[in-house]
Structure formats: structure tokens, C-alpha cells
């Protein structure tokens, strides 16, 4: 487990940053796939966990947080939005081929949602802020102290071809909407971050590249 910034860790998993899991003081921050269960579980084994809060109900963000949830006896946070997916009373969104076909393979058990979360609740210190298109219920947790962002998959810092960093939109065959995934884009610039915490993808320290991206983004789209 390696610490971020006081109070954020990440667990390990291989290969390094392919899919992230955080541990922000007594709450764990996504559960990755469902084979990813035994190495969480092991990682803290010697912790105390009052929570698990997901970024998105997507199958490599939702995958152990039955297991976890079930050994460490504590509840499940996610947006309102993203519930009835994770309680398995509705698809994962989007609900295309790939998305059903990487749930057959990697996605978790259904769990139920004790903690809806909206926009400005408060997780471990950490604001909720909605940044959907991803999914309907993405959220991006932000620290106002240390400006620190969990920004899940609105954007990814690494490439999933080569596995090198660098700044990526999810591809939008995995978005609601990619067009709105992009105004969570630029609410995520907007908070100012001088760290932010991916999915996928190693910490993001230098937040003149994320500036930088969204000004190519816009230009972008906007031609």
C-alpha cells in the first residue's frame, strides 16, 4: 500500500495503476474486479473499514465490494444514480455488448446500497461532486485542504494499449454520454486539483497537463 498524500493510499495490484483502489482513512474507495477480492481483503486485513464508496458502478470499480462489505460488516456508498445497477435490478450503463460481456467476466455480486450519495455530501472528509457521463452516477471525491481529486474514469492517465501515462478520455462505447463525460471533464479542472487520483493510471501531480488537455479538448469538440 502506498501513501498519496495524508490519509490516501493506494493498494497494490498488477500491473501497477491498471485498475486503482484507494483507502482514504477508514473508507475504501472502489473494489475493482471480483478476482482482485483475495489481494483487497489481504491488504487490510489489518485495518479498520467503516465503509466502502464507490466512484461508478462499472464491473472493474464494483467487483470485491460484496466481499468486502460482507467481511467487514459495513455499508455501500454510491450516487443515487448508479443504484439500481448495483443492486442488480438494473443493467450497467451503458448498456452495450462490452459492457455486458465484461460483466459476465470480471463484474461482482450485487450489493445492496446503504448510503445514497448526492452532490456535496461529505465522505472521509472528501466532497462528493457528480461528474456524470461515464456513467449516470460517477462522482469525483474532493479535499478542499490539500485539493486533492479521486476522480475515477472521467478521464484515465494511462494509455490501454502501451500502458504509458498520459491523459485519456474513456473510450465512448464505455460512456452514457460521452459529450457530458466531457462537461465532467471540465468540472474536474475546475476544482483547481494539485493532485488527482485515477481509476487507471498513475496520480496526476502537474495540473498545468490537465489544463492543458481540457484547452485541446475544447478545441476539439468545438470545431
Known sequence: MHEIAPGVS??????????????????????????????????LRHRKLAMVALTHCHPDHQGSAWHVCRRFGVP?????????????RGPMQPSTFIVEQMGRLIAGPACPVARPLNEGDEVAGFRVVHAPGHTPGHVIYFRESDRLAIAGDVLANMSFLTGRPGLRQPP????????ENRRSV??????????????????????????????????????
Open 172 to 179: 465512448p462505447f464505455f460512456c452514457t454520454d460521452p459529450a
Open 10 to 43: 493506494l493498494l497494490g495490484g498488477r500491473p501497477l495503476h491498471a485498475i486503482n483502489v484507494y483507502l482514504i482513512d477508514d473508507v475504501l474507495i472502489d473494489a475493482a474486479t471480483r478476482w482482485h477480492a483475495a489481494s483487497i481483503l489481504r491488504q
Open 76 to 88: 455501500l456508498a454510491c450516487h443515487t444514480a448508479d443504484i439500481s445497477a448495483m443492486e442488480g
Open 186 to 223: 471540465e468540472r474536474l479542472a475546475s476544482l483547481r486539483p494539485r493532485i488527482v487520483c485515477f481509476g487507471h493510471g498513475p496520480p496526476l501531480t502537474h495540473a498545468d497537463k490537465l489544463h492543458w488537455f481540457v484547452e485541446r479538448m475544447r478545441k476539439r469538440f468545438s470545431s
